[in-house]
């Protein structure tokens, strides 16, 4: 169940709360500055920390139904509207830069509430959400609206943001000071000790991001491209003597150099009446 309107506003009207509006005041100037020509909406309670945004060409209040709304600014036309969390009534990519304060606690489906600031923002946009820690001290009083609700570890938050399918860029801590009104008046001085030497006791995380970018690759100018091969033609392959048919004639050749030689033998003995042996011519 969320705060109603009238807690937040008592809350942020009291020194507690001024030194809040303070110190995220400077932490949100650091990262956004004055959204110069920018499309900003707040969501949640952001109110007290819209104001810082003059150089915005549009700014818009959005407060969830089970919290309620109060008209804002205070002088000038009513920039406050009444949303349903999980379906908001804007078109997609129409903010620049989107502020979540009191938002996610008590959010009866914080994933869901996400996905619709994913819809919401510009391809080059970005989102700092602003959420209770777990570890500080002011989750752990319920005298603030930080000590109601779910609170958050770093590592939770991001979850929840890649999930929705951005990408965490930068993240700080800050309500370093316990919440006891005697405490209040050494807050710079806590800030900084805490910031240094006790990060773990942080009452409020934020956590900026944005949407995912891919760089195309570069095409280098005056390369030539390769034309394809032409295509290989046959060539007739070339008669070779086969060493088998060399050693055949050769063979044949022998043999009829013997069979010429054994013929001229033969011729001679009959010629010159010699026989073959040595023995006697026979005589009738």
């Known amino acids: 169940m969320r705060r109603s309107i009238e807690e937040l506003r008592t809350f942020y009207g009291d020194p507690k709360g001024a030194l809040v509006r303070r110190i995220l005041s400077s932490r949100l100037s650091d990262a956004w500055g004055t959204a110069d020509g920018c499309d900003v909406l707040g969501l949640g309670y952001a109110t007290p920390f819209l104001d810082q945004f003059s150089s915005a060409r549009r700014v818009v209040a959005a407060m969830p139904g089970g919290q309620g709304a109060e008209a804002w600014t205070a002088s000038g036309r009513n920039r406050t509207t009444l949303v349903n969390d999980r ?31 994913s819809r919401v923002l510009s391809p080059t946009g970005r989102v700092i959400v602003v959420c209770a820690a777990r570890g500080g001290l002011w989750a752990r009083t319920e005298a603030t609206p930080f000590g109601h609700g779910r609170p958050f570890s770093r590592k939770q938050i991001e979850g929840l943001i890649r999930h929705c399918g951005l990408e965490p860029r930068a993240w700080s801590q800050a309500l370093y000071v316990p919440p006891w009104r005697p405490m209040l008046a050494f807050s710079d001085g806590i ?46 392959s070339l008669s070779v003597p086969r060493v088998a048919s060399a050693s055949a004639a050769q063979t044949a050749a022998a043999a009829a150099a013997a069979a010429a030689a054994a013929a001229a033998t033969t011729s001679d003995l009959v010629q010159s009446r010699k026989l073959p042996y040595g023995g006697d011519p026979c005589t009738d």
């Not at 989107?98 to 996610?104: D, K, Q, T």
């Not at 991001?209 to 046959?234: M, N, Q």
């Open 87 to 117: 379906a908001l009534p804007f078109p997609s990519g129409l903010f620049d830069r989107v502020l979540l304060v009191h938002a996610i606690e008590e959010a009866d489906d914080a994933q869901a509430l996400l996905n619709e600031v």
């Open 191 to 236: 800030e900084q000790f805490g910031r240094l030497f006790a990060p773990g006791t942080a009452g409020v995380i934020l956590m900026e991001a944005g949407r995912l970018t891919y760089a195309r690759p570069k095409v280098r100018s005056g390369l030539s491209v390769l034309s394809p091969a032409p295509a290989l033609k046959p060539v007739p």
